[in-house]
């Protein structure tokens, strides 16, 4: 099965072995300079690691962008009683994202090796991997790959004569969106319902079984092999300042090419769209664009022409997020876009606060309405209204990702909401 | 423990560091509202209502689970606060029924509370609402799945403190709804009851006191439940003088915010009906006739003080206060050499409260069995309170509150003279020579000593009888007939006369009791293991 498109224009790092069935064997890893990595990283033990992943600003790939280095740099350093934890976060939920399922189906064993460096920089003897439940062909990929690093000995007791023990175990999910988020990732794997905890305490201090813990994407880690080979002052060279290297760039939705490209951080969006994925398709033109999965607010087809990278898309009024990047045309009907994507937060919401419980499942209830003529302009204020009242004042995000996209499309598609409103309030709901 | 000084609404609070703010503000005499957060139990900090400012940080902050940090100006009252607290109320009612006109909990409801307080004017929500219906929980819990806000203070409770974890939250989302696991219900957990309590909307409902009365017109009074020697401090409710529910009160040393489910459903006993409702006396065709209290005073102080000497038994009732069982200890030595026996049902084991073990549903079923011990009676009988009786040939009997159901159909025809200071009818109290009506524990002041030695303060909670007296009262005024001393003139007083019967009373007052109760020094606990 090959990748389905490439672009000569792409750097690909983590990508290059997409599409290579041969890759995802250890052997087949090796052969591609697979596990190098980890040798040197034994060698330079766990406090230059760290030193070379900061200064590599490698940044969080699992949407938050939070700088990987420092977040390694926050595990305890001399406390031994306490066992730590690496979690691996592939859950992969956000509608729009498909890097890390693409990851773990073509380079397992780059993210192992990944994984395996940043445990023993954390001094962590255990590596979880919390896979989305729906994941049963990156599975079964990545739980041979484990089998593979164990038969070999760089995991397991002693990981390659180093005396350092790091175990790695795969966990699959149960089909809940909010198990990506760490706090509820760790519930999950602990056997609870997958509830966000309250922080603090924080992750690094108390995290899963109560132990200090980090959490990682899988591009994060993916990452992380190659920085060790190449050098932080190559990563750099990728990128922007403040947003150095590559990212995978999930394209979906109207484009003539979908599917995974990899491109240093800070290209262009409106490029990205019209060049390398061809523009839109069947002809048709630009409606808007959301640039980092289902909850970051979305962007209109005039506001395209920005960097994707942390800074440049937060300052568009969005987020870089997973960067993936859904693409409507001018068919689509944004008012039920954003109710079914509502509807997907509504039906994710783990319950807890109120807010979010409630909140989601009232403005699903009047988008429904507005879709179907029956509401009114009295409607549209209460949205607004509510959806201030989530953001912010919840355990975690996930209400202020339904708030989003309601928002943004109010205030950037309102002849859409406009046309669907009854002029004659009030509107009752009917049951 | 180092301190840490805040503001709070502009109020300086000093508190131990590691405070939460909501425990800071309480002790500043500022409520913040909340509904997941409960003293006792672990803060989820989900309801979202006791959001607070703090100055200069970004995002409101949980009070329940925030700790105070020196310096800091926290606002529960700015805009920002009042806001995020409005809208979350706007979410609460979105699918709650507002069926508050046939809800139990309503008047004492938190919801009802804090939606009058802050909520908006006007709802704004026109959708239909979710319906879950009703779901019996088992045991005494009826769940009310519309009304439930999700707070999870009944699924902690279970978890943390009875330890069944009978309740969980299933689905999720809107969903969400409070349910059992398999078959096992609440039945069984014998703390079940308090998720009723504990419940700050009319979601968990009891079904003994389903839609008896309305709050608002019940009378609620502090007391001790009289169940078992634990001695919890409650709250006995009543509505037209009939007591309809036992609830909590909260006390640390005793029984944190609980009470067990065994105490709490017995309160029936305490509006029986068949009461003595005036003095009785022998007339001169030998049957019981009504009389006024002066008469039979008079005649029961002339009939004793040629009997002065005669040896007395005294049958006293764990039922009864200190005061009630003390004052009729001291008349009966007043009189003669006294036997002072009580009878009490023992139960085979304690239940114990996992999250809370301090708090057993103690073996022995009665609130003032130590009391009794302690103040010089003697335990006789089974563990059914029957049988154990003293001979009464040639002596004085004097029945406090023992009704005496199962004495022989001669009992106390051959004694010198047999007084029953009586609550209800038996065949053996009506061959008593004078029936005098008491008021029961529920009905008068007084004081419990529990199994530990804990003394604590009874309220009337109902009124007793109108020709009934509190049996403190009758014995003092009979022992101010018979030698000359006056009588106690309260049931204070009453309580400081017991320092005749155990030193141990002398070191305490009812000013010391006070609402939470003081321990008897040790010395007078084991002076009385001797008399055991």
Known sequence: ?431 | MENVTCTIDGVRVEVPRGTRIIEAAEGAGIGIAHYCYHPALSAPAMCRMCLVEIEGAPKLVPACVTTVADGQSILTESEKAREARQGTLEFYLANHPLDCPICDKSGECRLQDFVHAEGRRHGRSVEAKRVLGQDDFGGDILYDGDRCIMCTRCVRFTREISGSNALGVVQRGDRSVIDTFFDHGTEGDPFAGNVVDICPVGALLSKDFLHKARVWDLDGNPSICPNCSQGCNIRVDSRDNLIVRLRPRPNPDVNSYWMCDYGRRRYEWMNVADRFETPLLRDEAGELAAAGWQTSILELVAELKPLLGTEVVLIGSASMSNEDNGLALRLARAIGETKAVFRSPRAESETVCPGFPKLARRKDLAGNVRGLEILGFRRVGDDDAKGGLPATAGRIVIALGDSLADADDGFGNDAALFVSLGITRSPANLRARYVLPVATFAETDGTFTNFEGRVQRLWPARSAPAGARPAWQICGVLMAGIDADSAPADAARAFLSLVELNAGFGELSWDIIGSRGAMLPEPSLLETAEIG
């Not at chain 1, 409606?287 to 568009?316: C, F, N, R, T």
């Open chain 1, 1 to 431: 099965m090959a990748y389905p498109w490439r672009d000569e224009r792409e750097t690909r790092v983590l990508s290059e072995h997409f599409g290579d069935p041969a890759a995802r064997t250890l052997e087949g890893w090796k052969a591609r300079g697979g596990y190098k990595a980890l040798v040197r990283a034994l060698e330079l033990g766990p406090e230059r690691i760290v030193e070379d992943v900061k200064a590599s600003g490698l940044r969080g790939r699992g949407g938050a962008g939070f700088p990987t280095g420092v977040k390694w740099s926050f595990m305890p350093k001399d406390d031994r009683r306490k066992p730590h934890y690496l979690l691996i976060n592939a859950d992969e939920s956000e509608p729009g994202a498909f890097k890390d399922r693409e990851l773990c189906r073509w380079t397992p064993h780059q993210l192992i090796e990944g994984a395996l460096i940043g445990a023993f920089a954390m001094r962590a003897s255990h590596v979880y991997i919390y896979m989305r439940g729906e994941f049963f062909e990156p599975a079964q990929i990545v739980a041979r790959a484990i089998e593979e690093v164990y038969a070999a000995g760089l995991a397991g007791a002693d990981v390659m004569g180093s005396g350092q023990a790091i175990d790695v175990t795969l966990h699959l999910g149960a089909g809940a969106y909010i198990c990506g988020e760490e706090t509820a990732l760790m519930n999950s794997l602990e056997g609870r319902r997958g509830q966000p905890r309250i922080k603090p305490p924080f992750p690094a201090a108390a995290g899963v079984f109560g132990q200090p813990t980090t959490i990682n994407n899988v591009e994060t880690l993916c990452a992380v092999p190659h920085i060790i080979n190449r050098g932080a002052e190559w990563y750099r060279s990728m990128g922007t300042d403040k947003s150095p290297g590559t990212k995978l760039f999930n394209m979906s939705g109207h484009l003539v090419r979908r599917g995974n490209f990899e491109f240093p951080l800070g290209f262009n969006l409106k490029e990205l769209i019209y060049d390398v994925c061809g523009g839109i398709r069947d002809g048709r033109s630009l409606k808007a664009v959301i640039p980092g999965g289902s909850s970051v607010p979305i962007l209109a087809a005039d506001e395209i022409d920005i960097a994707l990278d942390y800074e440049s898309v937060a300052k568009a009024g969005s987020m870089l997020g997973t960067a993936s990047v859904i693409v409507m045309d001018d068919q689509t009907n944004m008012v039920k876009q954003v109710r079914r994507i509502v509807e997907f937060y509504a039906h994710e919401s783990c319950g807890q606060c109120t807010p979010c419980r409630e909140g989601t499942a009232w403005m699903v209830r009047i988008l429904r309405r507005i879709e179907a003529g029956r509401a009114a302009r009295s409607d549209i204020d209460t949205l607004i209204s509510l959806g201030k009242n989530m953001i912010g004042t919840t355990i975690c995000v996930l209400s202020d990702s339904a708030a989003a996209p309601v928002h943004s499309s109010i205030a950037k598609f309102p002849a859409e909401y406009d046309a669907l409103l009854r002029q004659d309030e009030p509107v009752m709901a009917t049951a």
